[in-house]
């Protein structure tokens, strides 16, 4: 119970910037985010995302020195996604099971330049390459199958973890991949490497960005609506997480962020798990061109956003913006 005012004056305790920072309920610290890099093919490329201004695609030689850069600011984690190239790209999605594929060297690179100095997060999933842009295999009235997808994503996640990788991140949406991709990794004697579901990943608007980055735009046929869930939908969040969990997961993820903290803040009370949420590119890029008409400050609306994550009850934030707020953050 609060007393009456004038006895209680909740203002007595913002009157001052030291206690304001006593009484502090939400902390956002470096170690709160996990900073997506985008790969690409060639030496020495730093190629700019037109639609994401500030992110670009950087080959593996560079993609090291990002990783590096992440660990001395504070940031324990990065996460990869692959820009693959077109020729690369089939039907089948047959170029994710090369171990010398594009993720596979980045994470080998990055591992040779950080050592165990830094945590990398790989993306499981179709889309980047196959030819449709869609995250798992099509029969022939164009309607992606379950369980031949989640085949193919189970020797990915082999893949991936053979390189190095040390959280395996199924992005793919299909029914039971997380307990198929935790007993491969089991019976392979990968017995200490992660997975962090995206477990409530949502059809959502805020995805375009992201999918120019990974060179997956302009290929994809249709919608993924028949996978990914419909944004109306909160119980059902509630549903895949209890699957993800039950089959292996050791943290799971909600995506978009902001329109969907509601359900990270469900997700949080009812399984008291390590939940993170993605602040996806369509996010970031609102907040860059928000910034750029003048309509906030842009480092306040960045600071702002990520507490608000932290305080719906997310344990860390994948952003692109984790670079400049832990500058930010470290003064």
């Not at 993800?244 to 799971?252: K, N, P, Q, T």
Request: proline share 5%; glycine share 8%.
């Amino acid at each position: 119970m609060t007393g009456q005012f004038p006895d209680t004056r909740l203002r007595r305790t913002r009157a001052a910037g030291w206690s304001r920072a006593l009484h502090r309920e939400t902390h956002l610290t470096p170690a709160d985010f996990i900073w997506p890099l985008f790969v690409t093919e060639g030496t020495q490329v730093e190629e700019p995302v037109a639609s994401l201004p500030g992110v670009s695609r950087w080959s593996v030689d560079h993609i090291a020195a990002r990783a590096k850069e992440a660990a001395a600011l504070g940031i324990p984690c990065i996460a990869l996604f692959p820009n693959t190239q077109p020729d690369r790209r089939s039907d089948n999605g047959a170029e994710a099971l090369n171990p010398d594929n594009l993720m596979c060297r980045a994470i080998r690179a990055i591992r040779d330049r950080c050592g165990s100095d830094i945590g990398i997060l790989t993306d499981v999933a179709l889309d980047p390459y196959t030819v449709h842009g869609q995250d798992g295999l099509l029969d022939n009235a164009g309607y992606v199958v379950n369980d031949p997808t989640v085949d193919v994503l189970t020797g990915q996640a082999l893949n991936q973890a053979a390189a190095g990788a040390d959280i395996i991140a199924p992005s793919d949406m299909m029914d039971g991949r997380i307990g198929a991709i935790r007993r491969a990794l089991e019976a392979d004697s990968h017995v200490n490497v992660q997975i962090m579901a995206y477990a409530a990943k949502y059809a959502s608007a805020f995805y375009g960005p992201f999918r120019d980055a990974v060179g997956s735009g302009g290929l994809l046929k249709g919608d993924k609506k028949s996978y990914q869930m419909d944004p109306a939908n909160g119980e059902e969040a509630l549903r895949e997480v209890a699957l993800d969990l039950s089959e292996g997961a050791d943290s799971v993820m909600v995506k978009p962020g902001l329109p969907y903290l509601d359900i990270v803040r469900r997700v949080k009370e009812r399984f008291e798990v390590p939940t993170f949420a993605y602040q996806v590119s369509g996010e970031y890029a609102m907040i860059e061109a928000a910034a750029a008409t003048g309509a906030g400050d842009r480092d306040a609306l960045v600071l702002e956003t990520l507490t608000s994550f932290k305080r719906a009850g997310c344990s860390g934030i994948l952003t692109y913006h984790a670079q400049d707020a832990a500058r930010l953050l470290n003064g």
